[in-house]
């Protein structure tokens, strides 16, 4: 059976720091594309940043662009998401999503595998 798990998340003042992770079991995803995304309450679910299976290649939208790094280890079947500078307007619930297929796509439809989502809070 596939499992997502995100930890990491939690409150934190504005202008730190937060890393989360997502670790995966059941099988190996080393050739899978990986995201990070949220959503805040009556918001759409948005991709905010994305990696590709071999780790060259990234996505961050422009949101984020600067203060949030997405990294992966293969061996370990985790992504990783740094987030930096947080802000007020990034508190949402974050969810790590796995895709077959190896290129990075940001839309929600196209991802396969789902964590069941971590709160991150950012206070002012």
């Known amino acids: 059976q596939v499992q997502l798990v995100e930890s990491g998340g939690g409150l934190v003042q504005a202008g730190g720091s937060l890393r989360l992770s997502c670790a995966a079991s059941g099988r190996t995803f080393s050739s899978y594309a990986k995201g990070w995304f949220r959503q805040d309450h009556g918001k759409e679910r948005e991709c905010v940043a994305a990696i590709n299976w071999n780790g060259d290649n990234t996505y961050y939208a422009d949101s984020v662009k600067g203060r949030f790094t997405i990294s992966r280890d293969n061996a370990k079947n985790t992504v990783y998401l740094l987030m930096n500078s947080l802000k007020p307007e990034d508190t949402a619930v974050y969810y790590c999503?796995?895709?077959?297929?190896?290129?990075?796509?940001?839309?929600?439809?196209?991802?396969?595998?789902w964590g069941q989502g971590i709160q991150v809070t950012v206070s002012s």
């Open positions: 999503a796995f895709r077959h297929g190896g290129v990075i796509v940001i839309s929600t439809a196209d991802y396969d595998y």
